[in-house]
Structures are given as C-alpha cells and as structure tokens.
C-alpha cells in the first residue's frame, strides 16, 4: 500500500533501520519525517535524553546549526527583490569592516605577510562563501591565520559567537583574508557575516527580519535564535562523541542551554533552534518556487538562483571534504548535480547541521526529507545515521 507515492511497508523498514541507532545507542532518540505529493510521514523514536524517560516527540526543538544557512541565504534574497541589496554591489556601504581588505600572500605566512586585495567582497561572495574567509580544515593551530582567528573568537563551531555583532565585525576586520574574493569556497563566516548585514540593510535584528518575513508567513511558531522558558521542557540535552572511548558526554544541557536565552550574537550560520514541522514548512516554501499555500516569500527566479552551481570545478575540488563530482554550492545551500546513489538526485538541494540533523528538498520527486537528532556530527562527512536515513527515505518512493 502507499500515500502519496510512499510505500507504507518500506516506511515500516526504515523505521527499523533508524530504530536500530537509538537500540545501539548511537543516538538517544531521533524523528524522521518524509514528505511526497502532500503525504507526510513523521516517525519518533526512542528519548530525549540518555536515560531518560521523556519520549522523543513530532514537536521536539532541536539545535539546527548550518541548516540555519539556507533561511539566511533566503532572506537575503528579500533584501535582493527589493533592492535594498543587490548581489555585485560591495558590501562596504553596511560593512564598512570589511573595506581595504588585505590578503595573506601564503597560507602558513604571518599575519603582516599580505597584499591587497584584487576587488571588493559582494554580496555573491557571502551567499557563494568566496569571500576569502572561512573554516580552515586543518588540525587547531596549524596555520598562524588559525590562531588568530580562534583567539578572536571566530573559529566556526557548535556553538554561536559569544560577541555581539559590531564587536564580532570589528574583530574580523582586523585579520586579513586568506584568499582572494571570488577564488575559493570556504565554508561557514559568509552566513554569519550575511547575518549581520541583513541585519544592518533591514535596521532589525536578525531575529525580527526573520519573524517578519520568513516564520510568522510560514507558521513557523518554534523557530528563533533561543527557546523561551515555557518551551525548554522540548528541547532536549545535545551530545558529543567522546574521542577516546567513543561514549556520549553531554555538548549543551536544556537546564542550562546556550540556546536558553537570547544570544549576544543572533548567527546566520547556525544559531537557529526549530521543529520538524516549522522547518517541513521552509522546505516546502522553496519546494515551491517561493509559494507556500497563499504566501509568496520569494520569486520562482530568486529560488532556481539560490539552487543553481555556482562553484567551478576548480573551487569544489579545493574543497573537496564538503565536494565532489555529484554536488556543489548554490546560495547558502548545496545542491545535487550528478546520480551515484538513491539519494543523489540532480537537483536536489538543502544542508546539514553540524548538531546532527540533515534537510533536503527535491523537485523532480516533490518530496522532502528531515533528520533531527541530538547528536555533534564527528567530521564533515555525513554520519551513517544520515546515510541511511536518505537511502531509507528513497527506496520507500512507491511509483
């Protein structure tokens, strides 16, 4: 039998499948959901905590990290249609920290050792992250531009920036890019910086731009950069592997959560918290070419922009743990270009979070798919609870 060109019988084995991590416990609880031609299917296993008693639930509040990135790209490009930003301006005008860029001549030079930089950073820079400056994968410490950046501050992480946006600006305007603008993709700094000037281009914060024209039009009731008090029962503890023994310790504890109260810094890389259903609904927003039921939130060209390649060959290949043959980088997401497996479909485009979850939307099949669990993704490559979350989702697609 099947709804909505899901097969009930093949739901059934990937719940078993994703039931298999919480019985091992790989996870303590997780929630899948998959959507198809307006079937949605909701799974909820096993508990919130490592021992405890509360079950996980369809409405549970997870630490969403870089998933934050596509919302942020999207309202970024409000700001385009309206033409409050226009995408090869310079950003100076609103950043004016990131004016007279200098450029380390080499990699592993001193911070002194620079040249200027060939142009200005763009808007495209940021939504594209080739704007010279981003995570450097390489053990800490490696690079003097390295520890630099983590003494300022402003390593990415699991957790946002604990400085307040002007100050956070005024830190990165001190250090010099690693690269050129345009020449090679790094990932994380450009969304946060990204939030900062919408931020700037609106004269809101973040959050408020976000509720106005994003959550509020979606229904996306749970989704902020903190959970109120009355809401902390649903946020569960987050864990971390423990390197030497492989055990989960505990990353962020609801009792006392970084995400209890409101951040210094409202991050547009990943300081997003969310519900499966608020974010189903984001997802089905850019399924739709910008159209969710009667709310337009952007144009259907805005949209194919956001989910078009725009890396070259060259620059997937510098950035190779994230890239390969079959995927790439559009406007705050990444997007499918080639089949090699279920999943891999051309086309398909949305992110992961370094927290442990993973969304997707799909055109050609009008489905999506959202993993949420609690647990810190090892390295960049996607953990086999995501794998087989995404081969599960496809081999139940029933026509």
Not at 77 to 92: G, N, Q, S, W
Not at 233 to 245: A, E, G, N, W
């Amino acid at each position: 039998m099947s709804t909505g060109g899901l097969s009930q019988e093949r739901l059934g084995r990937m719940h078993d499948v994703m039931a298999g991590y919480v019985e091992r416990g790989e996870v303590p609880g997780l929630v899948t959901l998959v959507s198809r031609s307006g079937e949605v299917h909701v799974d909820a296993i096993g508990m919130q905590a490592i021992g405890g008693s509360d079950p996980m639930r369809r409405d549970t509040i997870f630490r969403i990290a870089s998933m934050t990135k596509p919302i942020t790209a999207a309202a970024a490009m409000i700001l385009v249609e309206e033409c409050k930003l226009r995408l090869d301006d310079p950003v100076d005008r609103l950043l004016p920290e990131l004016a007279n860029r200098r450029v380390l001549k080499r990699l592993d030079g001193p911070l002194d050792d620079t040249m200027p930089a060939n142009r200005q950073i763009t808007l495209r820079d940021l939504l594209t992250f080739r704007l010279g400056i981003g995570a450097i994968m390489a053990p800490p410490d490696q690079y003097p531009i390295q520890k630099a950046i983590a003494e300022a501050g402003l390593a990415p992480g699991p957790n946002p920036p604990q400085q307040s946006p002007d100050e956070w600006m005024k830190r990165l305007g001190n250090l010099p890019l690693i690269h050129q603008p345009g020449e090679v993709w790094m990932y994380h700094t450009g969304s946060d910086i990204l939030g900062v000037l919408i931020a700037r281009a609106a004269n809101q914060t973040l959050e408020e731009f976000f509720s106005e024209r994003i959550f509020e039009p979606l229904g996306m009731k749970d989704t902020g950069f903190h959970v109120p008090a009355e809401k902390l029962k649903r946020l569960p503890p987050s864990y971390m592997t423990q390197r030497v023994t492989g055990a989960l310790t505990l990353h962020d504890d609801p009792n006392d959560s970084r995400w209890g109260h409101p951040p210094a810094f409202q991050s547009g890389g990943g300081g997003l918290v969310s519900t499966l259903d608020d974010y189903l609904a984001f997802c089905q927003m850019m399924l739709g070419k910008g159209r969710y039921g009667r709310e337009r939130i952007l144009s259907r060209p805005s949209v194919e922009l956001m989910t078009t390649d725009h890396l070259t060959p060259e620059q997937k290949a510098e950035a190779s743990i994230f890239f390969d043959d079959k995927s790439s980088w559009g406007f705050g997401v990444g997007i499918t270009t080639r089949r090699d497996s279920l999943a891999t479909v051309p086309g398909r485009f949305g992110w992961d979070g370094g927290v442990g979850t993973s969304a997707y939307s799909d055109p050609k099949e009008d489905m999506v798919g959202i993993l949420m669990t609690q647990r810190l993704m090892d390295s960049p490559l996607p953990p086999n609870v995501f794998v087989d979350f995404w081969t599960s989702a496809y081999q139940s697609v029933d026509d």
